[in-house]
């Protein structure tokens, strides 16, 4: 696992670096161990190799957007939609998109930035023989 002095050296240089050191030790190493868990499973379940900075990188995102996550609430999704608005004046009244399901809301948009190069994603070239 990432240990937290890692992902701290990552984060010392942050935008959300308040948000990450606002959080207990045991909350920081907890979203750790389940980014690690994310990113692994995106990946195949592969080890992942914590010498490459994308790895740091894409389990340091994922452990910030779920301790980010965890205390707001994630997306709501109801039937396939996102519920995007909700109206009570009158109780009543919710706005949906569909097409989405939860898994879609799984993991961050940065955290998947960095594993879609790990992958090999767009902007990579991966040459094999064989």
């Not at 999704?77 to 949906?96: C, F, H, K, P, Q």
């Not at 399901?101 to 991966?126: C, H, W, Y």
């Amino acid at each position: 696992m990432l240990d937290t002095s890692r992902a701290d050296e990552y984060f010392a240089l942050h935008l959300r670096r308040s948000e990450w050191e606002a959080k207990s030790e045991d909350e920081r190493a907890a979203a750790l161990n389940m980014a690690e868990q994310d990113v692994s499973l995106e990946l195949g379940g592969s080890e992942l190799d914590y010498g490459n900075p994308l790895a740091v990188a894409a389990v340091c995102e994922q452990a910030l957007f779920l301790l980010e996550n965890s205390t707001s609430g994630a997306a709501q999704v109801v039937n396939g939609a996102l519920v995007s608005a909700e109206s009570v004046d009158g109780i009543g009244s919710r706005t949906y998109r569909s097409g989405l399901t939860e898994a879609d809301f799984a993991i961050g948009n940065r955290a998947r930035r960095f594993i879609e190069q790990l992958r090999g994603g767009p902007g990579t070239v991966k040459i094999n023989r064989g």
